[in-house]
């Protein structure tokens, strides 16, 4: 749009489409702007990446149509504009008035200049500054409509008591009003990726919209659910496993104690578990359960196996086969299939009748209790590992206060805790992934802008008018960061993107005006002075505004829309563009123009000399 207009503006038929070469194409070189967002990892990556792509080829695709297609255009539709355009009567009444006001806010700024800059650099020290006080997260808060709740119950627990305490919690459930339907799913089959005991119970909750907010619902369900002998989580389907892949746990934050020892590892988690009780904002706090189970245990005797000539491994697998059974086959009822397992049966499969099974050996068949010991005894559900290393998980969440807050309370806990010797801690969650990238993204966008700096420098060759064009970037970053805590959005992966993409528009309309006032000086004879600063200003007034408004007008569905399902991730990024385009194009207005009235003056008269014959 921006191109499409400075091609309207300047229709001079002979060589116009030449004069906006350059500018076109230095506009469209600050996509370098998007190099971060192709260098992100993980799930940061394949979320924000396609924006770049889209951005990008949408820049190119503008730049191509206003070099070739717009000028023809122009030529075709617009002459009565050109004609009227000598007697300035191409104006509409309302850009007239914002003409004569700017021209006003012009005069008075070149008398205050040194001031209104200073004043300008504080506000964005001060938004900058700001910004180590704002809530963060990773993403978004996300609006899915669907709510999951996990119910875990003591491991061993039988099936049918599972379910009993199950269809409790759907009745409890379901009699919340914002709730549609409930649906779960108890256990996890042995091949599932993520297998769980009967002990371990999923429902899906589907919300309504309704008077209440979803952590006013979620608080209502934790309230109705305390009651039940489990253990009760609640988030959302794509949260959760967003949580799983960053840190192998359904949960915002996870902390891992590692040790040798599974009753040590027990025990720390237990008072870890205890200290933070104490911290404000959490919810859903848990500890894995590992916990001990009654388990048939068969020690082989192997002094007497090997008198007897048997091999211990493979007395233990026919033990195995005998005891939990072995597929031998398949039964088939019309579309109901049915697994046919040997094993023996339940009467024998204890520690007093299991001693008595013969089994054969080189010599006869001998009792079990002759090369093998068989006793009733305890052990645990699972041991997890990690890094080759034993673990257990104490897991919690949120219930809406900032994460970052949260997350520094848990470890000042931990730095108060001690261990014992050779067992560790590790924080996870989408903390972790927030800081890991909100770091990345810092350091790709001081190369990104490094890189737009050169481009610009490449051009215009001073130090002092590349730098007058990105100076428009902390003029965005205000009204950026006024606009998120106004709209009570957390710092987020997609605020850091729209900081990104707002650096093109302020870019872009530097290089509007500095290159309109050195044509202005070359083709047409102006000398530098404050008459063609505020003609320059003037001219490239409505250009600039076209573009802003423009922009503001297509972000307008993004921002009237901040809890609609689907649109969680863009309106942070919606909300950042739309504050730093008022900022930046109502400061860019005025401090522009200043700072190339103190400064514009030597790097403009090098410039002419160098390149009399190239436009800009």
């Known amino acids: 749009v921006t191109d499409a207009g400075t091609a309207r503006e300047r229709l001079h038929l002979d060589g116009a489409a030449g004069r906006l070469i350059w500018p076109a194409l230095f506009r469209a070189a600050v996509v370098l702007r998007f190099v971060p967002l192709f260098v992100l990892p993980g799930i940061e990556g394949r979320l924000f990446t396609p924006l770049g792509v889209a951005y990008i080829v949408s820049i190119l695709a503008s730049m191509l149509v206003s070099l070739t297609v717009t000028p023809v255009l122009a030529c075709y ?101 914002e709730v549609v339907q409930v649906g779960r799913r108890t256990g996890r089959a042995e091949q599932d990726e993520h297998a769980e005991g009967v002990h371990s119970s999923d429902l899906e909750v589907d919300l309504k919209p309704a008077g209440r907010s979803r952590e006013q619902v979620m608080a209502d369900l934790r309230t109705r659910l305390a009651g039940l002998p489990a253990v009760v989580s609640i988030g959302q389907p794509i949260s959760h496993r967003l949580d799983h892949l960053l840190s192998g746990v359904r949960a915002q934050i996870a902390l891992k104690v590692y040790g040798d020892d599974l009753d040590t590892l027990r025990g720390l988690a237990a008072d870890l578990q205890a200290r933070l009780q104490t911290v404000h904002g959490l919810t859903d706090l848990q500890t894995e359960k590992q916990v001990l189970i009654p388990q048939l245990k068969i020690r082989i005797d192997y002094d007497a196996a090997s008198r007897l000539g048997v091999a211990p491994g493979p007395l233990l697998r026919s033990l195995q086969e005998l005891i939990e059974g072995e597929r031998i086959g398949q039964i088939t009822q019309g579309p109901r299939r049915f697994d046919l397992v040997m094993r023996l049966p339940d009467a024998q499969r204890d520690a007093s009748r299991l001693d008595q099974l013969l089994i054969e050996t080189p010599t006869g068949h001998v009792p079990l209790s002759q090369v093998a010991s068989v006793e009733d005894s305890d052990g645990p559900n699972q041991i997890s590992r990690e890094n080759a290393r034993r673990r257990i998980v104490v897991s919690a969440n949120t219930d809406g206060r900032d994460l970052s807050a949260v997350v520094a309370d848990i470890r000042a806990v931990l730095a108060a805790q001690h261990l014992p010797e050779g067992y560790s801690t590790a924080l996870e969650g989408q903390f972790q992934a927030q ?147 008022i900022s930046a194009t109502l400061l860019d207005t005025v401090l522009t123009p200043v700072m190339f009235w103190l400064w514009g003056r030597k790097p403009l008269a090098q410039l002419l000399d160098a390149r009399q014959g190239d436009p800009f």
Request: aromatic share 6%; proline share 5%; glycine share 6%.
């Open 77 to 177: 539709l617009l002459p009565k504009l050109v004609q009227r355009q000598a007697q300035d009567t191409h104006d509409t009444p309302l850009v007239r008035g914002l003409k004569r006001l700017n021209t006003r806010v012009l005069h008075w700024a070149f008398a205050h200049g040194r001031a209104l800059l200073a004043l300008s650099a504080l506000a964005a020290i001060t938004a900058v500054a700001s910004l180590a006080w704002m809530p963060r997260a990773f993403l978004p808060p996300f609006n899915e409509g669907t709510l999951t709740i996990s119910l875990l119950l003591n491991p061993g627990t039988s099936l049918a008591e599972s379910d009993q305490i199950g269809t409790l919690a759907e009745q409890l459930i379901a009699s919340v009003p």
């Open 435 to 581: 800081e890991q990238a909100s770091q990345r993204m810092l350091w790709l966008s001081l190369i990104s802008l490094s890189l737009i700096f050169m481009v610009l420098y490449s051009r215009y060759r001073s130090v002092v008018l590349a730098g007058i064009i990105m100076a428009n970037i902390p003029l965005a970053l205000v009204g950026s960061v006024l606009a998120l805590w106004w709209s009570g959005q957390p710092l987020s992966v997609a605020a850091l993107v729209g900081f990104i993409t707002l650096t093109g528009v302020a870019t872009r309309n530097g290089i509007l005006k500095i290159s309109h006032y050195i044509n202005l000086c070359r083709d047409e004879g102006e000398t530098f002075g404050q008459a063609l600063i505020v003609r320059g200003s003037l001219e490239r007034l409505t250009p600039v505004w076209m573009t802003a408004l423009v922009a503001a007008f297509a972000l307008l569905p993004l921002l009237m829309s901040a809890n609609a399902p689907g649109k969680e991730i863009l309106h942070p990024v919606a909300v950042v563009i739309f504050g730093g385009l």
